[in-house]
């Protein structure tokens, strides 16, 4: 299934999204809550409770009430995840572009749950940001809560996948002497379009991943190329911290980022950032101040 949330920002509601319907090349989004009124949201209590479950059982018992997907406003796929995790350097090429030695084991960070905005929503510059770029990432949805998971048990843990850009203000990373203050500014997390459940991806395994500036392509690479794998950050994770339903997990971004290219390309008001995966959409997001 392809999950989304649809509506005004602040009232989305959760629906599924339909390609080739009702004819080829048209799309609708399948309204959840006229299927079942207590489904409020893909949050924490809809993973927890089977909510994935029982939505496909829904979906072959009952009428549908579609709604034309052309012109509706998509929000982020997961309603209010507690925890964003990131890695940092989880691709060779990214850590060599900045002189960095590959990680020999995982870098993490945070970035701050209120930096989440729809896949199509303007990613806002802070007055005093001048250095500011994006990361294409693959994003993993924690299914049901995970402490103490093997690694070869870790799978059985994700809901599913999207895509994150993981959008950056180099000055404040600089300044602060850590990440998350770059990482965590208001609008710095595009999120979506859809949550592509695990059932309908399979392990994530040759996805090519892609993100542009006006059009431009800046990075183009490949989750085979990943130093640690999705299973492993999983398992590794769950050692020391408890993830719970609807938290996200941030892969890591390769090489290609825009603020280590000579010259460097960076956003600007007017700009689009594009962040593509194989089998989950394009996200598509106007720059502004």
């Known amino acids: ?29 399948l309204d959840v809550r006229a299927l079942a009124f207590d489904i409020e949201d893909y949050n924490e209590p809809f993973f927890t409770h089977w909510g994935l479950q029982r939505l496909e059982q829904l ?49 993490y960070f945070s970035k701050a749950p209120s930096a989440i905005i729809g896949p199509f929503d303007p990613v806002r510059l802070p007055p005093e940001s001048q250095r500011v770029d994006g990361e294409v990432e693959l994003a993993v949805v924690i299914g049901k809560t995970a402490k103490n998971v093997p690694v070869a048990d870790a799978m059985n843990y994700v809901a599913g996948f999207t895509i994150l850009n993981d959008i950056t203000d180099r000055d404040a990373q600089r300044d602060s002497k850590q990440w998350f203050r770059g990482k965590g500014v208001d609008t710095f997390c595009p999120l979506g379009p859809f949550l592509v459940t695990r059932d309908e991806t399979g392990n994530p395994a040759h996805w090519t991943l892609q993100s542009k500036i006006n059009d431009a392509v800046l990075q183009q690479s490949s989750t085979d190329h990943m130093i640690f794998t999705i299973p492993y950050i999983v398992s590794h994770l769950t050692r020391t911290m408890t993830l719970r339903a609807g938290d996200l997990i941030a892969t890591g971004t390769p090489g290609g980022i825009g603020s280590a290219r000579k010259p460097p390309v960076l956003l600007h008001p007017k700009d689009t950032i594009e962040a593509e995966i194989q089998g989950l959409g394009k996200q598509k997001n106007p720059v502004e101040r």
């Open 1 to 29: 299934m392809k999950l989304v949330r649809f509506g005004p920002v602040g009232k989305e509601q959760p629906g599924v999204w339909l390609d080739n319907t009702p004819g080829p090349g048209q799309a609708s989004i």
């Open 59 to 107: 979906l072959k018992e009952k009428g549908r009430k579609l709604i034309p997907a052309d012109g509706v406003r998509l929000g982020p796929p997961v309603a209010r995840p507690e925890k964003i995790v990131c890695l940092g350097k989880n691709y060779a090429d990214h850590a060599m572009e900045f002189d960095a030695e590959v990680p020999t084991t995982p870098i």
